[in-house]
């Protein structure tokens, strides 16, 4: 009786993880793919034609072919969602990469709003240390940019709720040497910009062979949602005038952004979560899956929920004291919902934590869903993991991956039921300690620019 309840109020307000229609939404993931290759005006006629919103699918300039260089230490910078590491790192041939130097920094922007100038300045107070220890600098930056044929990036903007709008539009390579150069710190380096999915593809390929396996991708489920993939570099429509023929012959990594893509369902309760966003409009997947806003959009699905009756007044006294939900509170509920978290002790009963359950359930249900659509798209996009002998490595990095309760079982259930089953596609679910950092050293040491 509760579970049916809650049922019908999912479905009242098109929320009911049921009702996602993988095979129609990997159709129109794959469409908005697609679109994303093409040059801007043409994406966009066909996008308005056919009520699609192409997604960046960004070329990143970067060869996986190359050889990584051992005993060559570079400085890796990695900017995330509430973090900013940095550190030194070193390949060797004969055992796991070596780590010194290693700090972790508040991402700028992420306390409050920040200019240009002040941006740039944290980056370079977090780098003074390190600055003289080489002269390649990889950049795992895990927002939107543009990059350059150079490997330089151009900030589209900012999620995650960063707060630096006067750094988007900058590059970030030539801003970062005029801050270093600004501050007396030795500015001629070669600065190489990737997204973190590039570097998670990156540092999974850097220790596994292309005989054994078909492809690779990168796939960061955390604070944000992305996947980076290998595209044959002639089907990037948008580069063919501006890049050499020798660049067309290979193949590049592509950084989807994937966390812009727009499903085809939108709930009412979704849609104002999204007003009370600082991007409201943007972002649409990731607010979906992300454990950026996992508790947010929980929260909002709690509070209809008392306004539609379903739980006790006891809880909806308490409750009333809640302005914040995040995932792990989510995670801490599933795991001891008769513990002592703050969603336990609002419960007056078995039925209030019954429909509690079945609606934070339904939200990591419906996410998963979510997560495999990407994932489902990148494999059918590349076209690879055909061969069950030869499956494509998905290296996944992120703390809502490897620390949500339910995400992993859930998405490994609709990899088997449907990327399996369903597309006859396989997989290789890969982790690699510091991917990110491993990844930027790659780009860095083997991308070098002309």
Do not use: W
């Not at 801050?179 to 596994?208: E, M, Q, S, Y």
């Amino acid at each position: 009786m509760t579970k049916s309840k809650v049922q019908a109020f999912l479905q009242k307000y098109d929320l009911d993880a049921d009702k996602v229609d993988l095979s129609a939404e990997l159709e129109h993931f794959l469409l908005s793919m697609s679109l994303g290759l093409l040059p801007e005006q043409e994406a966009d006629q066909k996008a308005q034609e056919q009520g699609v919103m192409p997604l960046a699918m960004l070329p990143t300039f970067i060869d996986i072919e190359n050889k990584v260089p051992f005993e060559k230490p570079c400085i890796v910078l990695d900017a995330g969602g509430t973090n900013f590491r940095v550190a030194v790192l070193t390949m060797h041939s004969d055992r796991e990469p070596e780590i010194t130097n290693y700090e972790v920094y508040p991402m700028p922007g992420s306390d409050g709003e920040l200019s240009k100038l002040e941006f740039y300045d944290k980056i370079v107070e977090f780098l003074r240390p390190v600055i003289n220890l080489s002269d390649n600098i990889g950049f795992c930056f895990s927002y939107p940019a543009e990059i350059t044929a150079n490997r330089d990036g151009r900030v589209l903007s900012f999620t995650k709720e960063v707060r630096a709008p006067e750094v988007v539009g900058s590059l970030i390579g030539v801003d970062l040497k005029e801050a270093l150069k600004r501050h007396n710190l030795p500015f001629d380096k070669n600065i190489c910009i990737l997204n973190d999915t590039v570097a998670a593809l990156l540092g999974g390929r850097a220790f596994l062979s292309e005989e054994v396996y078909d492809s690779f991708i990168g796939y960061i489920l955390g604070t944000g949602i992305n996947l980076a993939y290998v595209e044959t570099s002639n089907d990037i429509v948008k580069i063919r005038k501006s890049v050499s023929p020798e660049v067309l012959s290979g193949r590049m990594i592509i950084n989807t952004e994937s966390g812009y893509y727009c499903p085809l369902q939108t709930s009412a309760i979704e849609q104002e979560m999204d007003e009370g966003t600082s991007d409201p409009g943007h972002s649409l997947f990731e607010k979906r899956i992300s454990g950026r806003y996992l508790g947010l959009l929980s929260l909002y699905i709690i509070r209809r929920a008392i306004e539609e009756h379903l739980f006790s007044t006891f809880f909806v006294t308490n409750f009333e004291h809640i302005s914040q939900i995040t995932t792990k509170d989510l995670d801490d509920y599933m795991r001891s919902p008769f513990g002592q978290g703050k969603l336990s002790q609002a419960c007056a009963n078995d039925i209030d934590r019954s429909i509690l359950y079945y609606l934070i359930d339904n939200v990591f249900e419906r996410a998963s869903k979510y997560a495999v659509v990407a994932l489902a798209a990148a494999l059918v996009k590349a076209d690879t993991g055909k061969n069950p002998l030869k499956p494509t490595v998905v290296t996944i990095d992120g703390s809502t991956y490897y620390k949500s309760l339910l995400i992993q079982s859930k998405m490994a259930y609709y990899i088997r039921s449907f990327i399996n089953n369903e597309l006859h596609l396989y997989v290789k679910l890969n982790k690699t300690e510091n991917g990110n950092l491993v990844g930027a050293a790659i780009a860095a040491l083997t991308n070098k620019k002309d």
